[in-house]
């Protein structure tokens, strides 16, 4: 089985600052895993993946998340926040447990302050 | 190349009715899936399918069901609407099944009154 945590249903930053959202999950199998985010009245759009090549892993929009094993973490940040960068943001974990499916975390809503 | 498309954007049902809700791949896509998005659940996964042929399935109902055509479109119909069936239906589609990104559609908004 496989389960997804994100710690935090809302994070908010200024303009400018660090972005970090957290990640956790268990799964019985070797994982892939994503980072999705989704703007108000939209579908997801992916930013970033994991598929067991490089530990960290580079996606669009300046974000980036690293694949920690030890501590079965897949945490996603960003240098510097932009006001366009509020939205909601989901992590999930796909695995081969018997056919392939994709649990998506609860989600954490990014608000950035000016 | 054109996005999944999933038709129609907002649905008004009553309690007891059922609906059909389609979704287009994005061209050579031949796996689509498809989620439930509500506030309360977040975004719980329904059912994966792969050259017609459902792959897996998640934990809903027998009134929930789906298929898939030979040109990789999909349906997925709900019977007997319950007031707990309004959320945001997502549909997904990616080339394979292994760890082939999913590109979402922008989805079907259900409210069943």
């Known amino acids: 089985a496989q389960s997804v945590t994100q710690l935090g249903s809302h994070v908010s930053v200024s303009e400018g600052a660090l972005v970090l959202l957290r990640c956790n999950y268990s799964?019985?199998?070797?994982?892939?895993l994503f980072w999705y985010v989704q703007y108000p009245n939209q579908g997801l759009q992916l930013l970033l993946k994991y598929t067991s090549a490089a530990t960290l892993v580079k996606g669009i929009n300046g974000f980036e998340a690293e694949f920690k094993k030890s501590e079965t973490s897949f945490h996603l940040t960003k240098p510097s926040a932009h006001m366009s960068d509020a939205a909601e943001y989901f992590c999930a974990v796909r695995a081969n447990t018997g056919g392939f499916k994709t649990i998506f975390g609860a989600g954490t809503r990014l608000f950035v302050k000016a | 190349k054109a996005g999944v498309t999933q038709t129609p954007r907002y649905l008004i049902k009553t309690r007891g009715q059922q609906v059909t809700l389609s979704c287009s791949p994005i061209s050579g896509h031949r796996s689509v899936s498809w989620y439930q998005q509500t506030p309360g659940q977040g975004l719980q996964f329904l059912f994966e399918?792969?050259?017609?042929?459902?792959?897996n399935k998640g934990n809903f109902p027998g009134r929930f069901s789906g298929r898939q055509f030979s040109n990789s479109r999909s349906e997925m119909n709900v019977s007997t609407l319950e007031l707990g069936d309004s959320a945001l239906y997502l549909c997904a589609s990616s080339p394979g099944v292994v760890q082939e990104t999913q590109y979402f559609g922008p989805g079907t908004r259900l409210l069943v009154l």
């Open positions: 399918y792969f050259s017609e042929t459902q792959r």
């Open positions: 799964s019985s199998v070797p994982p892939y």
